[in-house]
Nanobody, 122 residues
Framework: QVQLVESGGGLVQAGGSLRLSCAAS????????MGWFRQAPGKEREFVAD????????YYADSVKGRFTIARDNAKNTVYLQMNSLKPEDTAVYFC???????????????WGQGTQVTVSS
Protein backbone atom coordinates (compact mmCIF):
# COMPACT_ATOMS: atom_id res chain seq x y z
CA GLN A 1 0.00 0.00 0.00
CA VAL A 2 1.14 3.52 -0.81
CA GLN A 3 0.01 6.83 0.61
CA LEU A 4 0.79 10.01 -1.31
CA VAL A 5 0.71 13.63 -0.18
CA GLU A 6 1.35 16.52 -2.56
CA SER A 7 2.60 19.91 -1.49
CA GLY A 8 4.23 23.00 -2.94
CA GLY A 9 1.35 24.41 -4.92
CA GLY A 10 0.49 28.07 -4.85
CA LEU A 11 0.29 31.26 -6.84
CA VAL A 12 3.03 32.18 -9.28
CA GLN A 13 3.39 34.72 -12.06
CA ALA A 14 3.60 33.66 -15.68
CA GLY A 15 7.18 32.83 -16.56
CA GLY A 16 7.97 31.90 -13.00
CA SER A 17 8.86 28.59 -11.42
CA LEU A 18 7.39 26.31 -8.81
CA ARG A 19 8.41 22.95 -7.37
CA LEU A 20 5.78 20.43 -6.36
CA SER A 21 6.60 17.52 -4.09
CA CYS A 22 4.88 14.21 -3.50
CA ALA A 23 5.80 12.41 -0.31
CA ALA A 24 5.26 8.66 -0.40
CA SER A 25 4.82 6.35 2.54
CA UNK A 26 4.00 2.69 3.00
CA UNK A 27 5.90 -0.55 2.82
CA UNK A 28 5.55 -1.06 -0.93
CA UNK A 29 6.10 2.45 -2.28
CA UNK A 30 9.46 1.50 -3.77
CA UNK A 31 7.69 -0.92 -6.14
CA UNK A 32 5.81 1.86 -7.91
CA UNK A 33 6.45 4.19 -10.77
CA MET A 34 5.19 7.72 -10.17
CA GLY A 35 3.23 10.08 -12.34
CA TRP A 36 2.00 13.65 -12.22
CA PHE A 37 -1.42 14.59 -13.59
CA ARG A 38 -3.39 17.81 -13.57
CA GLN A 39 -7.02 18.78 -13.82
CA ALA A 40 -8.50 22.20 -14.46
CA PRO A 41 -12.12 23.01 -13.53
CA GLY A 42 -14.54 21.48 -16.01
CA LYS A 43 -11.81 19.60 -17.85
CA GLU A 44 -10.52 16.05 -17.92
CA ARG A 45 -7.55 14.91 -15.92
CA GLU A 46 -4.47 14.99 -18.14
CA PHE A 47 -1.08 13.37 -17.98
CA VAL A 48 1.89 15.58 -17.17
CA ALA A 49 4.94 13.41 -16.51
CA ASP A 50 6.05 10.09 -15.10
CA UNK A 51 9.19 8.47 -13.74
CA UNK A 52 10.19 4.96 -12.81
CA UNK A 53 11.13 4.49 -9.18
CA UNK A 54 14.59 3.53 -10.34
CA UNK A 55 14.81 6.90 -12.06
CA UNK A 56 15.84 5.09 -15.21
CA UNK A 57 13.24 6.68 -17.46
CA UNK A 58 11.03 9.74 -17.63
CA TYR A 59 8.29 10.82 -20.00
CA TYR A 60 6.52 14.14 -20.50
CA ALA A 61 3.37 15.41 -22.11
CA ASP A 62 4.03 17.57 -25.15
CA SER A 63 2.43 20.52 -23.39
CA VAL A 64 5.09 20.59 -20.68
CA LYS A 65 8.12 19.04 -22.35
CA GLY A 66 11.13 21.30 -22.01
CA ARG A 67 9.54 23.28 -19.18
CA PHE A 68 8.82 20.69 -16.48
CA THR A 69 11.17 18.14 -14.94
CA ILE A 70 10.18 15.13 -12.87
CA ALA A 71 12.72 13.82 -10.39
CA ARG A 72 12.95 11.87 -7.17
CA ASP A 73 14.90 11.81 -3.93
CA ASN A 74 15.18 8.23 -2.72
CA ALA A 75 16.41 9.19 0.73
CA LYS A 76 13.27 11.28 1.30
CA ASN A 77 10.86 8.94 -0.52
CA THR A 78 9.71 11.96 -2.47
CA VAL A 79 8.97 12.71 -6.11
CA TYR A 80 9.22 16.26 -7.43
CA LEU A 81 7.85 18.21 -10.32
CA GLN A 82 9.98 21.23 -11.16
CA MET A 83 7.84 23.62 -13.17
CA ASN A 84 9.61 26.37 -15.11
CA SER A 85 8.38 28.97 -17.59
CA LEU A 86 4.89 28.61 -16.19
CA LYS A 87 1.92 29.71 -18.28
CA PRO A 88 -1.65 30.57 -17.27
CA GLU A 89 -2.77 27.40 -19.06
CA ASP A 90 -0.80 25.41 -16.47
CA THR A 91 -3.32 26.45 -13.82
CA ALA A 92 -4.87 23.28 -12.39
CA VAL A 93 -4.96 20.96 -9.44
CA TYR A 94 -1.88 18.76 -9.68
CA PHE A 95 -2.02 15.16 -8.51
CA CYS A 96 0.71 12.62 -8.01
CA UNK A 97 -0.08 8.97 -8.51
CA UNK A 98 1.58 5.57 -8.20
CA UNK A 99 1.46 2.73 -10.72
CA UNK A 100 3.16 -0.63 -11.00
CA UNK A 101 4.52 0.41 -14.39
CA UNK A 102 5.06 3.93 -15.67
CA UNK A 103 2.39 4.93 -18.17
CA UNK A 104 0.37 7.92 -19.32
CA UNK A 105 -3.10 6.54 -18.61
CA UNK A 106 -4.67 7.61 -15.30
CA UNK A 107 -6.67 4.37 -15.28
CA UNK A 108 -3.43 2.45 -14.81
CA UNK A 109 -2.52 4.21 -11.56
CA UNK A 110 -3.37 2.52 -8.28
CA UNK A 111 -2.94 5.32 -5.74
CA TRP A 112 -3.52 9.06 -5.82
CA GLY A 113 -2.67 12.01 -3.66
CA GLN A 114 -5.18 14.66 -2.66
CA GLY A 115 -3.90 17.23 -5.11
CA THR A 116 -2.32 20.65 -4.77
CA GLN A 117 -3.53 23.81 -6.48
CA VAL A 118 -1.26 25.64 -8.90
CA THR A 119 -2.41 29.03 -10.12
CA VAL A 120 -0.43 30.95 -12.72
CA SER A 121 -1.32 34.60 -13.13
CA SER A 122 -0.91 36.51 -16.38
Amino acid sequence: QVQLVESGGGLVQAGGSLRLSCAASGRTFSNYAMGWFRQAPGKEREFVADISWTGRSTYYADSVKGRFTIARDNAKNTVYLQMNSLKPEDTAVYFCAAALVANISPAMYDYWGQGTQVTVSS
